[in-house]
């Protein structure tokens, strides 16, 4: 009796949803969310694309988004979504689209995690970096953003700019 029970418990959580970690001490919002709250404050949008068990996602959260100056930048300058590649959370996407989290990583070419991706306030990218970041990285993709200079070249020129 006892293993019949513990078999059904095993059954009911294993069907639950797999929720991600976005990094601690930071506010993430579902991306529909953050587009809405973007479009009100005048914000572009930093989006997050991680999973469970992501071990990239996990170290580039305990060893860039721990850093004070990078927490600083993003929560003053961005509305944050945090979207699970894997998730099955309802969003409805500006044009009154219903999708589930899951089928937001394509649109996106997160076709793996992390991906980190700047937006615009209607969602459109304006710059998409893949793999683990390091704190200059992040810095550096924010400096890139929040100075407009994306309107005249590309992340590599800037970075390579000394900007």
Known sequence: MQSAVFLL??????GLPAWADPPENYVFHPYDEA???ARDTGRKVFIYFGREGCGYCDLTNRTAFVDPRVRERYQQ???LAYVDSEGG????LPSGERIVEREL????QAF??????????DGTPILRR??????????????????GFYRRMNFEEFRASGE
């Open 9 to 14: 418990l095993l059954a009911l959580v294993s």
């Open 35 to 37: 587009l809405h709250s």
């Open 77 to 79: 300058n961005y509305e």
């Open 89 to 92: 959370q309802r969003l409805t």
């Open 105 to 108: 990583g394509p649109r996106f």
């Open 112 to 121: 793996v995690t992390p991906v980190f991706v700047f937006a615009e306030a």
């Open 130 to 147: 893949v793999g683990v970041q390091k704190t200059e990285d992040l810095l550096a993709a924010e400096r890139f953003v929040a100075g």
